[in-house]
């Protein structure tokens, strides 16, 4: 089971790090609205073909109910906002929006449940921001667009993160292909009229945008987003906040070299100080509790 669940990691790290550079890609030839809507619909008949040849039966229960609807709209709000920022924002800088993750969720937490940070934890929560502030800073330079663009993404990481918060309460009983399936039927409609109201593709379609857009459906959000369901459900929440530090740091190189994006100093800075700010206040507790193990043992050797 261990070497399972380190694949699923290792996977989950490099679909998530080639992702903000496909969505780019997918609107190449389509409309951001088409462009989430073709990929969506493709991974739902995808499901659909998997469900009806394995015979598999969706869990129906309460829990179940309460997990697709806050699923689905994770997806709807989370995605429309990422694509729609996308249009703007390089891949990149998408990526190390969505690295600050686990410390929206523990804010979240807090917020919602009453969950409490240490003093060192709120520091780190202000250095990070900090380190947004110089990418902030950096947009504010580039113009209202690419600041629009930039404050779109954020509120994507917003709703990713509360509805990982909220999930991770209820699906405890509910298996991570029932996750999968009941999420990407909720948020179907949703796509479907983005689709409507913001429609529009290129007379000739390019073949990178089709691929980009399947390779999105079968890996981004089919195996992708079932990787992410079967995570939550096995690993602690350390772990799993370590895949935002790591993505962003490989999205930023993948950026660099396959699609040519230029960044400048400020926002290399910037992206620093955010992701160590996010990796130490991850692996606070590890350290904190290997100090506690550390002094009790200093004391009875004393």
């Avoid at 924002?89 to 929006?97: C, D, E, L, R, Y």
């Avoid at 003093?119 to 209202?144: C, D, M, P, V, Y």
């Avoid at 999420?183 to 073949?207: M, T």
Wanted: one cysteine or more; glycine letters at 6%.
């Amino acid at each position: 089971m261990k070497l399972l669940i380190a694949m699923a990691f290792i996977a989950e790290v490099v679909i998530w790090s080639f992702t903000p550079l496909g969505i780019n890609w997918s609107m190449k030839s389509f409309s951001f609205g088409e462009a989430m809507f073709w990929r969506n619909l493709t991974a739902v008949l995808l499901v659909v073909v998997i469900v009806l040849l394995g015979r598999y039966r969706i869990s129906f229960s309460k829990d179940a109910i309460k997990c697709y609807s806050v699923g689905g709209f994770q997806l709807y709000a989370a995605m429309t906002c990422v694509y729609l920022g996308s249009t703007v924002v390089s891949s990149g800088t998408v990526a190390v929006i969505h690295g600050v993750m686990p410390i929206i969720a523990a804010i979240c937490s807090w917020f919602f449940f009453g969950t409490r940070q240490s003093k060192l934890r709120e520091f780190l929560i202000l250095i990070s921001f900090a380190g947004l502030l110089l990418i902030f800073q950096n947009k504010l330079a580039q113009g209202q667009k690419a600041l629009w663009g930039f404050w779109v993404v954020a509120m994507g990481v917003f709703f990713h993160a509360f509805c990982s918060t909220w999930i991770k309460k209820y699906n405890q009983s509910v298996l991570p292909f029932d996750q999968l399936v009941g999420s990407l039927l909720v948020c179907l409609p949703g796509y479907a009229l983005n689709a409507f109201i913001w429609p529009g593709h290129s007379e000739s379609i390019d073949s990178v945008a089709v691929w980009s857009i399947l390779l999105l459906a079968v890996f981004g959000s089919l195996l992708g987003f079932f990787l992410f369901f079967f995570l939550l459900q096995h690993i602690s929440s350390v772990t799993l906040g370590l895949i935002s530090v790591l993505t962003p740091v490989i999205a930023l190189w993948v950026g660099v070299v396959l699609n040519q994006e230029v960044y400048s100093w400020v926002a290399y800075v910037g992206s620093f100080i955010t992701l160590v700010s996010v990796a130490c206040f991850i692996l606070e507790p590890v350290f904190k509790n290997k100090r506690q193990v550390l002094a009790a043992l200093i004391k009875r050797v004393n």
